[in-house]
């Protein structure tokens, strides 16, 4: 198995508040995804890091930033949490080079109430 | 952007039966594969088989096979033998041009019968 993980793995917070999820992965891998996963959606990209400090948008980014200062992590954040951003968050990686398949860590259920 | 499309929300398969998943997408690269992801009651997303457009045979890992049918834009999981523990969401997905994305399906809830 790929050695990713994500933490927390379940929060619940208020709406207006800031909330950080973290992604670590112990595989060197040069690319790292956040995807949300909600009911009729599938999985929809975030944001993606091709490496240290190299970031970009996927199809639903509005409300969150990410940050990638070190190989082994990437962070996602919602500045300002709103109950539309209540959802199963799943951060994967590529090793890109060597084959496109993406491996996910376990997710992160969180509530915004 | 990329259409993934896939047209059975729920499937039902006797224990022991072959089952087929739709699978269809919409691209005008020349060059491409999709994937297929397992995702258990459990939550946890499980690689299970991909396939470039110009693999001239269907990729086979064990009990599931991709049915890749370029001209219908079309790539198919199918697992033959189900099992019990083969109860679980499926994900179609395809990667962009440049191979560093993926666009995922809605997904297909299989579900195995005793």
């Known amino acids: 198995d790929a050695g990713i993980t994500q933490s927390p793995r379940h929060k619940v917070t208020e709406t207006g508040t800031p909330v950080t999820l973290r992604c670590h992965q112990t595989?060197?891998?040069?690319?790292m995804y956040w995807y949300r996963q909600d009911p009729g959606h599938g999985l929809r990209l975030i944001h993606y890091?091709?490496?240290?400090?190299?970031?970009d948008k996927g199809e639903v980014s509005d409300g969150y930033s990410v940050s990638r200062s070190k190989t082994e992590d990437f962070l996602l954040t919602l500045e300002s949490a709103t109950s539309s951003q209540t959802s199963v968050y799943f951060c994967?990686?590529?090793?890109?080079?060597?084959?496109?398949?993406?491996?996910f860590g376990p997710g992160t259920r969180l509530t915004v109430t | 952007a990329q259409k993934i499309t896939q047209t059975q929300p729920g499937m039902f398969v006797q224990e022991k039966e072959a089952v087929t998943l739709d699978c269809t997408y919409d691209?005008?690269?020349?060059?491409?594969?999709l994937f297929w992801y397992k995702q258990p009651s459990s939550g946890e997303m499980i690689f299970l088989i991909y396939q470039g457009s110009y693999d001239e045979q269907n990729a086979t890992e064990g009990r599931y096979s991709l049915n890749f049918q370029k001209a219908r834009k079309s790539a198919n999981l199918v697992i033959s033998a189900s099992q019990l523990g083969d109860s679980a969401m499926y994900f179609c997905?395809?990667?962009?041009?440049?191979?560093?994305?993926?666009?995922f399906g809605e997904g297909t809830q299989l579900t195995v019968n005793p």
């Open positions: 691209t005008s690269d020349q060059s491409y594969g």
């Open positions: 997905a395809k990667p962009s041009t440049s191979g560093s994305r993926l666009t």
């Open positions: 994967a990686i590529s090793a890109y080079t060597s084959g496109l398949e993406q491996y």
């Open positions: 595989e060197n891998h040069r690319y």
């Open positions: 890091s091709y490496g240290v400090k190299d970031t």
